[in-house]
């Protein structure tokens, strides 16, 4: 079945670049989402990419597949503390039915 | 932006009894609304898709019978855990789609997660 695989956790020192991968295996996505959990909260959609773009860019974020290769990644410029939470990639083959979520990938981001 | 509620955000239950989330599509309205259960350090796993004024989809391997999940308006959908257990001890999130909300984007947009502790 379809399967979407993160790195579990990344550690950046603030004001670097966090990139944080994801691979997924279904080859017919339309859409890949980035989304932000903080503790104890819901998921809030960061950015997402439709599966005919290469590169988007969204102030601080940017967002990079490829599509041979199923592969994706989120790149935070400037990274703050306020982005420490934990990042999920997802993805979605049937229109707006169900996303398949990767297990999430925890940034800390330290001084 | 449009904006999805859940209620309670938290709930502690005795084991045996019941309980029912809300999952409110604030601004918009939703025609399907989903339920993700989202276990400690894991992933969002998708349980049942909410079908406005029909029976909802379930996953494989999700009870329907004790997961019991109505969606009897364009703006509410309910998820009732029957019979709670320890094991079903959770945080649950509920996200909703619109073709108004986030128009051509395939965006769904997320409640706040409801957590639930069967004592």
């Known amino acids: 079945g379809e399967d979407v695989e993160q790195s579990l956790f990344l550690s950046v020192r603030e004001g670097d670049s966090s990139v944080i991968n994801c691979t997924y295996t279904?080859?017919?996505?339309?859409?890949l989402y980035w989304y932000k959990q903080e503790p104890g909260a819901g998921l809030q959609l960061l950015t997402y990419i439709f599966s005919n773009m290469d590169m988007k860019q969204d102030q601080r974020l940017t967002v990079l597949l490829n599509k041979k290769d199923k592969h994706l990644s989120l790149r935070i410029a400037d990274t703050q503390t306020g982005d420490s939470a934990i990042y999920f990639c997802?993805?979605?083959?049937?229109?707006?039915?169900?996303?398949?979520f990767g297990a999430g990938t925890r940034l800390a981001v330290h001084p | 932006g449009a904006v999805v509620s859940q209620h309670p955000s938290r709930v502690i239950c005795k084991s045996g009894t019941s309980v029912k989330i809300e999952c409110r599509s604030l601004?918009?309205?939703?025609?399907?609304m989903f339920w993700y259960r989202q276990f400690p350090k894991q992933s969002l796993m998708l349980m049942a898709t909410?079908?406005?004024?029909?029976?909802?989809?379930?996953e494989q391997g999700v009870e329907k019978d004790k997961f019991l999940i109505n969606h009897a308006s364009l703006t509410l959908s309910t998820l009732t855990v029957t019979s709670a257990h320890p094991e079903d001890s959770s945080f649950y999130i509920c996200?909703?789609?619109?073709?108004?909300?986030?128009?051509?984007?395939?965006?769904?947009?997320f409640g706040e997660g409801s957590r639930l502790t069967v004592l």
């Open positions: 996200s909703a789609h619109s073709g108004d909300a986030g128009v051509n984007t395939g965006e769904l947009f």
């Open positions: 601004d918009f309205q939703a025609t399907t």
């Open positions: 909410s079908n406005e004024g029909s029976k909802a989809t379930y």
């Open positions: 997802a993805e979605s083959s049937g229109g707006y039915n169900k996303l398949i």
């Open positions: 279904d080859s017919s996505s339309t859409y």
